[in-house]
C-alpha cells in the first residue's frame, strides 16, 4: 500500500494550493480518506476526510468555507483545494486512508498514510 502526496509549496497568504494523493496496492474504491496536518510541536489533527462515494465529507471548524476535499475513484486519488490560506495552515499534511467506508476524524482510525507534503504560507 502506498499514498503519495503532492502539490504543496509555499504561497502568500489569501493564495491557494491543491493537493494530490495518489494510492496504490489497496482498493481505494471502497475506503474512506482524510487529510490530517502537524505543525512543528504539535499534534496530527484532522483536516478534512471523505467517505467511499465521496457524497459525504467533514471538515475542521478551522478550514470550513475555504478547504475543499474531493475523491476521484477511477484514478485511485484524493484532493484537497485549500484557498484563503493564512499563515496558520503552515504544516506538514499528510492524506491517509481507512479499510472501513465511512470516514473516521481520529488519527487512529487510520491504517495507511502518505509520507507528507510541506504547505508553507508567508508573506
Known amino acids: 500500500v502506498q499514498l503519495v502526496e503532492s502539490g504543496g509549496g509555499l504561497v502568500q497568504p489569501g493564495g491557494s494550493l491543491r493537493l494530490s494523493c495518489a494510492a496504490s496496492?489497496?482498493?481505494?474504491?471502497?475506503?474512506?480518506r482524510g487529510w490530517f496536518r502537524q505543525a512543528p510541536g504539535k499534534e496530527r489533527d484532522i483536516v478534512a476526510a471523505i467517505n467511499w462515494s465521496g457524497g459525504v465529507t467533514y471538515y475542521a471548524d478551522s478550514v470550513k468555507g475555504r478547504f475543499t476535499v474531493s475523491r476521484d475513484n477511477a484514478k485511485n486519488s484524493l484532493y484537497l483545494q485549500m484557498n484563503s490560506l493564512k499563515p496558520e495552515d503552515t504544516a506538514v499534511y499528510y492524506c491517509a486512508a481507512r479499510q472501513e467506508s465511512w470516514y473516521g476524524i481520529h488519527r487512529y482510525e487510520y491504517h495507511f498514510w502518505g509520507q507528507g507534503t510541506q504547505v508553507t504560507v508567508s508573506s
Open positions: 496496492g489497496f482498493t481505494f474504491s471502497t475506503s474512506a
